[in-house]
């Protein structure tokens, strides 16, 4: 396995792992969250716990300013509320509820993807 998939598999799992842990800790608290709060948050603790991960484990490889983290989370901001207000619409057609933590996951996963193309085809931040 290249170091490249294996910065993409802990970043993810990282995500998924934060994700799924404050999915049990809302629930713990309150049994009906509101999904604008769940939204919000699952899609930036998606966002810092993958950057988190790259910054301790790729910090050699990987660059990352403070006014593009900002910015970053700030973008998974508007998409978890967009995907709230989506969550909301789609809950309503099907008659049932919808989370927003897998989504959440994804939208990161996509993000990795994209950002290693961005930067030559690499997932951790290496240069191949």
Avoid: H, N
């Avoid at 802990?10 to 769940?38: E, K, N, Q």
């Avoid at 995907?83 to 996951?105: D, F, K, N, Q």
């Amino acid at each position: 396995m290249s170091r490249r998939w294996l910065a993409v598999i802990l970043r993810v799992g990282a995500a998924g792992l934060a994700v799924w842990t404050f999915r049990y800790l809302v629930r713990w608290v309150d049994p009906t969250p509101s999904v604008w709060l769940t939204g919000l948050l699952s899609f930036a603790l998606a966002k810092l716990a993958g950057d988190a991960v790259a910054l301790t484990l790729f910090r050699d490889t990987v660059v990352l300013f403070v006014e593009d983290l900002v910015w970053e989370l700030l973008a998974f901001l508007c998409l978890g509320a967009l995907a709230a207000g989506l969550i909301l619409l789609t809950s309503r057609v099907i008659g049932g509820p919808v989370e927003p933590y897998l989504p959440a996951v994804t939208v990161y996963l996509v993000y990795i993807i994209a950002e290693g193309r961005q930067r030559g085809g690499t997932f951790g931040g290496e240069r191949r």
